[in-house]
């Protein structure tokens, strides 16, 4: 990948709900960087850091569940990221990953910015994943008292003991409440344990979720006190995440702009579209991606040949390329036009910037992603594939996977490896993500 067009990426499990590529890609735009920012769907850490050094992408943010799974693939860990024991932002430098924590400088942002002085002030965590240990190191440094509670309580006690703040059970939860003056809320999205009506009256309330209506933010609201979802922090961290990618600050004031004015266009609801280069899994994912959503798929290529009664391998050999381009931005446009259906492009489809357009206003588009030796062994000796005809090796393949990388992670929304695993499983990964994500 050319360094000229970087790619950036947030990598979680969910992750379409992330906002963090629209803040990222609008900097990028407004300040003439030729980059692009998407997002990394993983099973594990460890794949996630697999297609960070596969597609050469240079930088991440790392979100839940992978904060601290995360630091067993990373070979240089910095700063304050040693002692919080949790990594959300990486880059890579000629495949060496590097780790730093950048939620801390979101935390203190929203102080900041609320005006909350925490010296001395009884804070409580509740939580025990990376963005909680975030939270308990910055809170401890500023000199707050400092608890953690969990749901799992030796999770709290281990982080407890690292840092040298108190550790409650679950039960006392509500009655600690009572006497705290900052609340952090750190559990994944939907899960409440406060009862807002044992918050203490001047208490400062933060839910560091940002992607729905925080019941919790809500209640302390309708009762006059001071919360705040997670939004100011992920607008922080996300500027603090530049500045280790640039090296420098981005112009926080289109940042924030495109974190608050974000919603999601109807319009992408219409349709699901698969992405990726030949031998990916495309067809195949896309037939039972149809049977769990109900949705009709569309294959490109198929329809193509249906129209003009001959193969692909035929219509490139009788009328070359060019025409077989054309038919497809044609068949891409009238396919993005319709509602429910499952849209699997060929490989080389996203070459064109009015297909990318038309994909990305009209569907959600997933990038399946297979290392050069997957697609090499899946297509090799695969006669129906002109524009690999007579490939013998994988070094070849590799230049070409490589020359269009930065095309499907302009289309994109999430990418998903579809290496070492089954396509049906792989179905039901981008099916859940939908449906976690995107209600109604």
Known sequence: ?????????????????????????????????????????????????????????????????????????????????????????????????????????????????????????????????????????????????????????????????DMGINAISLEDVNGCMLHADIIVQCLPRGINLIKPGFIKKGAFMLDANYSFDSPIVKGAQQKGYRACDGKDWLLYQAAASFKIFFGQLPPLHVMEKALMENTFDANKRRNISLVGFMGTGKSTIGKHLSELTGFELLDIDSEIEKRTHMSIREIFEKHHEGFFRNMEEEGIEEAVNLSKKIISC???????????????????????????????????????????????????????????????????????????????????????????????
């Open 1 to 161: 990948m050319s360094e000229e067009r970087p790619i950036f990426a947030v990598a979680g499990n969910p992750v379409l709900h992330s906002l963090s590529p629209v803040m990222f890609n609008n900097v990028f735009s407004s300040e003439g960087l030729d980059a692009v920012y998407v997002r990394i769907l993983a099973k594990d850490a460890k794949e996630v850091a697999e297609i960070i050094r596969q597609i050469h992408i240079k930088g991440v943010n790392v979100t839940s569940p992978f904060k601290e799974e995360i630091l067993k693939h990373i070979h240089i860990i910095h700063d304050e990221a040693k002692d919080i024991g949790a990594v959300n932002t990486l880059i890579n430098t000629g495949n060496t990953l590097h780790g730093y924590n950048t939620d801390v400088y979101g935390i203190e942002g929203v102080f900041v910015r609320n005006s909350i002085d925490v010296f001395r002030k009884k804070a409580v965590i509740i939580g025990a994943g990376g963005a909680a240990r975030a939270a308990c190191f910055i809170l401890k440094r500023k000199g707050a008292d400092v608890t953690i509670i969990n749901r799992t309580h030796k999770k709290a006690v281990d982080i407890a003991e």
């Open 346 to 440: 060929g490989g080389g489809a996203v070459i064109s910037k009015k297909n990318r357009d038309a994909l990305r206003k009209n569907s959600i588009v997933f990038w399946l992603w297979a290392s050069p030796e997957t697609v090499f062994k899946r297509i090799y000796n695969d006669k129906t594939r002109p524009l690999v005809s007579g490939i013998d090796n994988v070094k070849f393949l590799s230049k070409m996977i490589e020359e269009r990388m930065f095309f499907y992670s302009d289309v994109a929304d999430v990418v998903i490896s579809t290496d070492y695993k089954d396509f049906a499983e792989i179905a039901r990964m981008i099916y859940g993500e939908i449906n976690k994500t995107i209600e109604g």
